[in-house]
């Protein structure tokens, strides 16, 4: 097993990153050895991965940034770094080494004042002698200063400073930024992929990753969650239950409340799991004395934590929002691809009564319709638009169309 094995349908990206982690291993080696460097490497200061939401952008990234920290002593017998068991492999893939600095948005942006200490520490050596690596999760989340702050730090380099930026297109990355970096590609892994991923690495029956992995159409992570949550696979039902309620203006409206609830509730058990953790973990790094008392001057600190926690659930109730917005999406996209006759696979084969009934009492053009609704909620949400104002404009247009 290696760092690779778990980017799922993504043969040629990991052909690439691997060519170019045995390069990186061969300076590193040179280096230390006062050697010369070898010429025409395909390693590069830079990096921008993009491709579709559950694609594995990050786990590309962060399968390349373990690669690169890998400390394997087989590499000097002519293995390939990344082997995925060493320490260097280990901790960079779990997020903990100390060369490995992950920066990802809490909020709606990632603000320059989050980037200050990453951008500083981009210039510094390695801790262990290989890698200083960044890894901007949501890049296409940097705002205009912040997009600056790492424009400079990717045009001037530390020699052993790599940038690994992550976003869905490159459209959505500074013109300036991505053409200093090494642009790779992610597709959309098949179905059959991701279901025999969840079979082989989370131990997940057959046909449970078959269905789940068909729900998400190809998404990695959300295929995962519905294979092993049963809430994740409860929400995901009374989501697609939605579209028969709608009959009249109350049951739209109450249709949004639910959805608009469902998605602060799994907001809030999930900032249960990590803010309290967070919070002990700081005031321990504080020196808090018993009784969780404080040192002076650190509730500053502690405040900042607070505001970070508060964007952070606000950021997670929307992408949980959104989480159902794309099941709706998946749900009147099988409704259409009965109306047209397709042969296209059905997403939604567990409701397929709901799914008939809806394609033979409307037309293709108010599906169509229905789907645009849904767009243009989640373009309401990404302006910060009131999640239950959106919500109950889309809920009507459902019903109208």
Not at 46 to 51: D, E, H, P, Q, V
Not at 230 to 259: H, I, K, M, N, T
Not at 307 to 312: E, G, I, N
Request: charged share 30%; net charge negative; proline share 4%.
């Amino acid at each position: 097993m290696t760092v690779w094995d778990d980017l799922v349908g993504q043969e040629k990206v990991s052909a690439v990153l691997d060519a170019a982690a045995r390069d990186a291993d061969a300076l590193v080696t040179a280096a230390s050895a006062a050697e010369p460097l070898p010429e025409a490497s395909k390693m590069t200061h830079a990096w921008l991965f993009t491709g579709p939401p559950g694609a594995g952008r990050n786990q590309a990234a962060r399968a390349f940034a373990a690669a690169l920290q890998c400390v394997s002593p087989d590499r000097a017998l002519g293995g390939s770094p990344g082997c995925g068991f060493c320490d260097g492999c280990h901790t960079a893939l779990l997020g903990t080494h100390a060369d490995v600095n992950t920066v990802a948005a809490v909020g709606a942006e990632i603000l320059v004042k989050d980037m200050r200490d990453t951008v500083r520490k981009s210039f510094t050596s390695p801790a262990n002698g290989r890698w200083q690596i960044i890894l901007v999760e949501d890049a296409e989340r940097l705002n205009e200063k912040s997009a600056n702050a790492v424009l400079k730090a990717v045009e001037e380099p530390a020699p052993r400073t790599v940038w690994l930026l992550c976003a869905p297109s490159v459209e959505d990355v500074l013109p300036t930024i991505r053409s200093r970096c090494r642009h790779l590609t992610l597709r959309t892994p098949s179905v059959d992929a991701v279901a025999d991923m969840l079979v082989r690495r989370d131990g997940i029956e057959p046909e449970v990753a078959a269905a789940a992995a068909r729900a998400t159409q190809g998404h990695v992570d959300r295929a995962r969650r519905l294979a092993t949550d049963p809430a994740a696979r409860e929400r995901r039902a009374a989501v697609l239950r939605l579209p028969l309620r709608l009959d009249e203006v109350g049951a739209c409206l109450r249709a949004a409340q639910e959805l608009v609830d469902a998605a602060a509730e799994d907001a809030k058990q999930l900032a249960e799991e990590m803010d309290g953790k967070e919070t002990e973990e700081l005031k321990a790094a504080l020196g808090a004395v018993q009784g969780g008392r404080l040192p002076r001057g650190t509730a500053g600190v502690m405040k900042d934590l607070e505001d970070m926690q508060k964007r952070r659930r606000t950021r997670t109730q929307r992408d949980s929002l959104d989480v159902a917005l794309g099941d709706l999406t998946g749900f009147y996209r099988d409704v259409l691809a009965l109306q047209l006759g397709s042969r296209v696979a059905i997403a939604n084969g567990d409701t397929e009564d709901a799914l008939e009934r809806l394609a033979r009492g409307s037309s293709r053009e108010a599906t169509l319709r229905r789907i645009e609704a849904i767009a243009a909620c989640r373009e309401a949400l990404d302006r910060n638009v009131a999640p239950l104002l959106a919500v109950e404009a889309m809920t009507m247009a459902l019903r109208a169309g």
